[in-house]
């Protein structure tokens, strides 16, 4: 890999990991910032659960054709317009958001940024050779810790502000995620050598049972981390506040390692394989 090819590789990798944490941080933002809301509208478990659970879903359909436009018209313009599009709902929040299906009908559209994993990937990976596309898969799957930088930020903007007895002060709290959406400028340059494949082919090349296996297993794994770090806080709160009154720090324990440890996973599955390091992976789980 020629140097000048490199350095571009890198700070395409550093600057969309970047933009991939604010992206996860927007996508979870209601595991913390939720639970004023509940307070202010009085939800109970079911209404909480459907309102952080919106903005999952809404990021895991779209993943998918997502992942296509970015094979399509590459991860720059792609992402672009996703962390653009994702703004307008936040601050939509702010000034309209005042009953329950407002925040979740808000919240369907804020759920776009959780699509930004499957432009960053193959965007990130078209930078490197085979050898190194694991690591620097993991290295930007490490955006995962935007849920940690959510539990230690969030909560302390909550009380800075004392939004859990100020509503419109929950909307403002949502405003300060889409600036930091807007404050990231997410990719750099396109790769060098954009696919561009119809969406027939695209759908094609999902087929095999192999492709098949590992969305069965990313279905466990992924899901597992994402539900957890949308409940812990609630479950925290209720059951260990002794310990921590803001649940903060167990919070950032279970969220930090899910994503740094995407580049041990990356680097592994470079060395010994994909599978064998899956496999390995579920056991120890």
Not at 34 to 58: H, M, S, Y
Request: charged share 15%; glycine share 12%.
């Amino acid at each position: 890999m020629a140097k000048s090819h490199q350095a571009k590789a890198v700070s395409v990798l550093i600057v969309s990991t970047l933009a991939f944490t604010v992206c996860f941080m927007v996508w979870m933002m209601f595991a913390v910032i939720g639970i004023p809301i509940r307070k202010a509208l009085d939800l109970n478990a079911t209404q909480f659960g459907i309102l952080t659970a919106t903005p999952v879903l809404t990021g895991s359909l779209i993943r998918v054709p997502l992942g296509m436009w970015t094979d399509k018209y590459g991860g720059r313009i792609v992402m672009f317009v996703l962390m653009l599009s994702t703004v307008v709902p936040i601050w939509l929040i702010g000034p309209y958001a005042t009953a329950y299906w407002h925040f979740l009908v808000l919240g369907l559209f804020v759920g776009v940024a959780g699509g930004s994993f499957s432009v960053g990937t193959p965007y990130v990976a078209r930078w490197f050779d085979r050898k190194h596309q694991g690591f620097a898969m993991g290295v930007y799957g490490t955006g995962n810790s935007g849920a940690a930088v959510n539990k230690f930020v969030a909560p302390a903007l909550l009380l800075k502000l004392r939004l859990d007895r100020r509503p419109a002060g929950v909307r403002r709290g949502h405003a300060r995620h889409g600036g930091a959406l807007l404050d990231v400028q997410p990719l750099r340059a396109e790769a060098p050598v954009p696919s561009h494949i119809s969406w027939h082919e695209a759908a094609g090349g999902a087929q095999g049972p192999a492709r098949v296996e590992y969305s069965r297993y990313y279905s466990i794994v992924f899901s597992g981390y994402v539900a957890l770090s949308l409940w812990i806080g609630a479950v925290l709160r209720e059951r260990v506040r002794a310990l921590d009154p803001d649940g903060r720090a167990p919070r950032g324990v279970f969220s930090l390692p899910g994503g740094v440890l995407r580049a041990v996973g990356g680097w592994m599955s470079d060395k010994w394989g994909a599978h064998t390091v899956t496999w390995w992976v579920l056991w120890v789980s």
